[in-house]
């Protein structure tokens, strides 16, 4: 089993940065996969970026030189530094973990960028 809960969205303007931490409860957290998701109104949910146990990072071709998940083990979290933020990249952002072909999902956190 794995909990997880996101914190760090807000309002901010376009070309500004945010980042998201994702708290993990839960043993299988070291050998989970995980990843960011976001959601817009009105759009399917989409891949964000994904981190493996082994750091291997893996991003959406919409983010990628401007945002950046790592994985602090020790800690249970993982984090999606947000730069150059664009008022596109305004959605729900999601955190999941999955291990044992199980998936686990957080609540969600608003991001919104002004333009």
């Known amino acids: 089993q794995m909990q997880l809960v996101e914190s760090g969205g807000g309002l901010v303007q376009a070309g500004g940065s945010l980042r998201l931490s994702c708290a993990a409860s839960g043993s299988i957290f070291s050998i989970a996969h995980m990843g960011w998701y976001r959601q817009a109104p009105g759009k399917q949910r989409e891949l964000v970026a994904t981190?493996?146990?082994?750091?291997?990072?893996n991003y959406a071709d919409s983010v990628k030189g401007r945002f950046t998940i790592s994985r602090d083990n020790a800690k249970n979290t993982v984090y999606l530094q947000m730069n150059s933020l664009k008022p596109e990249d305004t959605a729900v952002y999601y955190c999941?973990?999955?291990?044992?072909?199980?998936?686990?999902w957080g609540q969600g956190t608003q991001v919104t960028v002004s333009s």
């Open positions: 981190i493996t146990r082994g750091a291997y990072t």
């Open positions: 999941k973990g999955t291990s044992n072909w199980i998936d686990y």
